[in-house]
């Protein structure tokens, strides 16, 4: 978000380096890399626009997030404007928008346009509320999840998912054919 937050891609990147040297000594064996959770404003589609490159996971992935109350005017645009840039659009926890709780086939119509799904692992469980957690379940149903995610900020989180990991839903949705297992 970037008007919040002033996170610039060589900022991400110079603190994993760090982050990874540190571990290098205290855990031996832990890979890590970063990306960023790109939130659709003017400043991520001027960047788009102006080529430049954007941080990605994987196959190209670009995880991204939107307003959470209003689905922007822009979405359609922007999904483009990435596809045509031979990015693949992931975005970050569909079942917390209030407008796909209410609209879930919208989400149908982001599929057909190229866009992933990257579910929070402890919306499943109640965490986020309960029209998050009806939402992902009907995604897990579905299959329309192609990534769990963490969304782990701290260590409360890090216990939430820890209890996650043990509730039917989440163990339904690590069950399917998620694409982590091909990062
Ligand atoms: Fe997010």
């Given at each position: 978000m970037g008007d919040a937050y002033h996170n610039t891609e060589e900022g991400i990147l110079a603190a994993c380096q760090n982050l990874q040297s540190l571990l290098r000594k205290s855990h031996p064996g832990i890979e890590i890399s970063a990306a960023a959770e790109y939130y659709l404003d003017e400043q991520?589609?001027?960047?788009?626009?102006a080529q430049k490159p954007l941080?990605?996971?994987g196959n190209r992935y670009v995880l991204f997030e939107l307003n959470f109350m209003v689905e922007p005017l822009n979405l359609?645009?922007?999904i483009f404007s990435l596809t045509t840039s031979r990015y693949v659009p992931v975005l970050a926890h569909p079942e917390r928008y209030l407008y796909y709780q209410q609209q879930p086939e919208?989400?149908?119509d982001l599929l057909a346009r190229g866009?992933?799904?990257q579910l929070n692992i402890a919306s499943a469980t109640g965490y986020?509320?309960?029209a998050a957690a009806n939402l992902a379940r009907t995604l897990i149903a579905e299959k329309w999840v192609h990534f769990a995610g963490s969304d782990c900020h701290n260590l409360t989180?890090?216990?939430?998912l820890e209890d996650a990991l043990r509730t039917t839903p989440v163990q339904r949705l690590l069950s399917l054919p998620l694409l982590n297992h091909t990062l």
């Open positions: 991520l589609t001027a960047k788009l626009a941080l990605t996971f359609h645009e922007f919208k989400l149908e866009v992933l799904f986020y509320g309960k989180h890090a216990q939430v």
